[in-house]
Antibody
Framework: QLQLQESGPGLVKPSETLSLTCTVSGGSITSNSYYWGWIRQPPGKGLEWIGSIYYSGNTYYSSSLKSRVTISVDTSKSQFSLKLNSVTAADTAVYYC??????????????WGQGTTVTVSS | QSVLIQPPSASGTPGQRVTISCSGSSSNIGSNYVYWYQQFPRTAPKLLISRNDERPSGVPDRFSGSKSGTSASLAISGLRSEDEADYYCAAWDDSLSDPWVFGGGTKLTVL
């Protein structure tokens, strides 16, 4: 059974870079050529798509975050990663990684990680 | 303001049938699949309905999805106390620079 697990620091200082990794297990990150994405949820608020990456490395980002976001993939480790620089308190959220349910970005996310809470504070 | 519009709350009594609406436009719901997610407090969203009306394995048939034009609905029949959760709709939007759009979420209360 496919499982996704986020990892990374739970506390990041303002203006620094948030770095998270999603490890894929129970299946290959390259099998069936899925897209893999990052979504976040600020406290008490709804879901916000951050961006997604294809196993080959093609990336697509939210326009509101594009200038600060980098998503990368390491197929040898079955991992994909998120970097968000110049963070502020507004970036405090639960961050989820997820798999799109087909080899097209326009298909929704079917498998989600459990989420990791990131707080931006000095 | 979310691109997809959901009522902030819904409620029903055990055994009732409840529907949650999701209103969009021709560039999202009108031309792409709709997905529904169920989220309990402090847990990750769970896929409830895929591609407008498909139930993933393990999702009870009490849950059903439908789409008509630029709106979609999630129906829950035989409401149970354990259905109390937040429900989100989502769809791809052809026109936006942020193509993945979510509804603002509906908090379902079982009275």
């Amino acid at each position: 059974q496919l499982q996704l697990q986020e990892s990374g620091p739970g506390l990041v200082k303002p203006s620094e870079t948030l770095s998270l990794t999603c490890t894929v297990s129970g299946g290959s990150i390259t099998s069936n050529s899925y897209y893999w994405g990052w979504i976040r949820q600020p406290p008490g608020k709804g879901l916000e798509w951050i961006g997604s990456i294809y196993y080959s490395g093609n990336t697509y980002y939210s326009s509101s975050l594009k200038s600060r976001v980098t998503i990368s993939v390491d197929t040898s480790k079955s991992q994909f990663s998120l970097k968000l620089n110049s963070v502020t308190a507004a970036d405090t959220a639960v961050y989820y990684c997820a798999r799109h349910d087909y080899s097209s970005l326009s298909y929704g996310m079917d498998v989600w990680g459990q989420g990791t809470t990131v707080t931006v504070s000095s | 303001q979310s691109v997809l519009i959901q009522p902030p709350s819904a409620s029903g009594t055990p055994g009732q049938r409840v529907t949650i609406s999701c209103s969009g436009s021709s560039s999202n719901i009108g031309s792409n699949y709709v997905y529904w997610y169920q989220q309990f407090p402090r847990t990750a969203p769970k896929l409830l309905i895929s591609r407008n009306d498909e139930r993933p394995s393990g999702v009870p048939d009490r849950f059903s999805g439908s789409k008509s034009g630029t709106s979609a609905s999630l129906a829950i029949s035989g409401l149970r106390s354990e259905d109390e959760a937040d429900y989100y709709c989502a769809a791809w939007d052809d026109s936006l620079s942020d193509p993945w759009v979510f509804g603002g979420g509906t908090k379902l209360t079982v009275l």
